[in-house]
C-alpha cells in the first residue's frame, strides 16, 4: 500500500507533463473532437524516421543491458570480497580469546 501511495503523485504528474501533447493534436471547432493531423511532437513519422528510431534502440537498449550487468558483476564481487573478509576476521583465533 505504502508503494502504490508513494507511486500515485509521480503518475500524476506524468499525466499533466503528457496532457498537453495528447490535446495539441485535436481540434475542437467542430461538433466532434478531430484529430488534425497524424504528426506528432516530433514531426511526421515516415519510414525513415521509424527505421533511425528502431536502429538507435537496438543499439541503445543492449548497452544498457550490459551495462546494469557489468555494474551487478562488480557490486556483488565486493559484496563476495567484504564477506570473505568478515568471516576471516571472525575466525581468527586472537579475536575470540578476550582479555
Known amino acids: 500500500m505504502k508503494r502504490l501511495i508513494a507511486l500515485l503523485p509521480a503518475t500524476l504528474l506524468m499525466l499533466l507533463l503528457l ?3 495528447a490535446y495539441a493534436a485535436t481540434d475542437y471547432s467542430g461538433d466532434a473532437m ?3 493531423s497524424g504528426e506528432g511532437a516530433y514531426g511526421i513519422a515516415d519510414d525513415k524516421v521509424v ?3 528502431w536502429f538507435i534502440a537496438l ?3 543492449p548497452l544498457f543491458i550490459l551495462t546494469m550487468s557489468l555494474l551487478q ?3 556483488e564481487k ?3 570480497a567484504r564477506k570473505a573478509a568478515a568471516k576471516k ?3 581468527g583465533g586472537h579475536w ?3 582479555w
Open 19 to 21: 496532457a498537453p501533447l
Open 34 to 36: 478531430d484529430v488534425v
Open 51 to 53: 527505421t533511425n528510431a
Open 59 to 61: 543499439l541503445v537498449i
Open 73 to 75: 558483476w562488480r557490486l
Open 78 to 80: 565486493r559484496k563476495e
Open 89 to 91: 576476521l571472525s575466525t
Open 96 to 98: 575470540q580469546s578476550g
